[in-house]
């Protein structure tokens, strides 16, 4: 099936990305339900969501180095034929740990690299204008066969970024209706991403399972660039077919009739529904 497109570095993604910290372990809830994540989502169970994700017309995916996510996508690919691209997120806390670490993306097959905030946001100096040592990674990304981006949570980088001149492809930037992970006002964030030329990657457009999905993917989908996408994390194949069906309504404009979720407590409301 085919979804919308945009294009990244010269490479058309879908506007739609796989998330992976519900791969990993990563809720943003709890110790607990991180726990659960790690134990429940096998590479096997990985790979299932994967399936659903390329049959409904997604081509890529954003994660760090994780062994996990390198096995599943080896298996998909083997088992389907079809290719993700990795937009990857490496780290390290000093720049030669970094650099290290952008060889082992390289290695491992990554289309895109994109250092992690833990890095970029750690290295900005707003007043200089610039990221300390941005430009040896950049060299090194490219060198290497790769294409550069950033991740960052703070919106300054972009606009340093944009005012330097950095050669960047990409952005990676958190945007919600919850301000979650925000760091200034939404409408702020959203003027930030809109004001760059360059395609942005929204990240936690959910806030970690805080928002429904019409709701938030609505929100995000009708505030964004036509060239940005959005990354969404599942834990099922039936959670990418109810997400990228409405995805794909928000973006083509056809509406497509929904079936709700349905408890107890909504008897009263249906039986007065129009069918």
């Not at 298996?75 to 997120?89: D, Q, S």
């Not at 991740?151 to 300054?156: A, F, G, I, L, R």
């Not at 959910?206 to 429904?212: D, K, N």
Request: charged content about 20%; aromatic content about 8%.
């Amino acid at each position: 099936m085919s979804f919308p497109m945009t294009e990244i570095g010269g490479v058309a993604v879908s506007r739609m990305m796989i998330g992976t910290n519900w791969f990993i372990g990563c809720s943003h809830t709890s110790l607990a339900k991180d726990e659960w994540i790690k134990r429940y989502m096998t590479v096997e169970r990985i790979v299932e969501v994967l399936e659903a994700c390329t049959a409904e017309g997604l081509n890529c995916i954003c994660s760090g180095p994780d062994e996990k996510i390198r096995a599943a996508l080896l298996a998909h690919e083997e088992k389907t034929g079809r290719h993700i691209y990795w937009f990857i997120t490496p780290v390290g806390p000093s720049l030669s740990e970094l650099l290290d670490n952008v060889e082992i993306c390289a290695e491992w097959g990554a289309e895109f690299c994109l250092p992690h905030q833990s890095y970029t946001d750690n290295n900005l100096l707003v007043a200089e204008k610039r990221i300390e040592g941005l430009e040896e990674i950049v060299q090194k990304i490219r060198s290497l066969g790769m294409i550069p981006g950033l991740s960052t949570h703070k919106p300054e980088t972009i606009t340093v970024c944009d005012a330097t001149g950095y050669d960047v492809s990409t952005y990676i930037q958190p945007y919600n209706a919850a301000g979650f992970l925000c760091q200034v006002e939404t409408d702020w964030v959203a003027r930030i991403i809109n004001n760059t030329p360059k395609p942005v990657i929204v990240i936690k457009p959910l806030a970690a399972g805080r928002l429904l999905p019409p709701t938030a993917l609505s929100f995000v989908y009708n505030s964004i660039k036509p060239i940005d996408t959005v990354c969404v994390g599942f834990l099922s194949p039936e959670e990418v077919r109810e997400d990228t069906a409405l995805a794909r309504s928000l973006l083509t404009g056809i509406e497509e009739k929904r079936q709700l979720q349905y408890t107890r407590s909504k008897s009263a409301l249906e039986s007065h529904m129009h069918p």
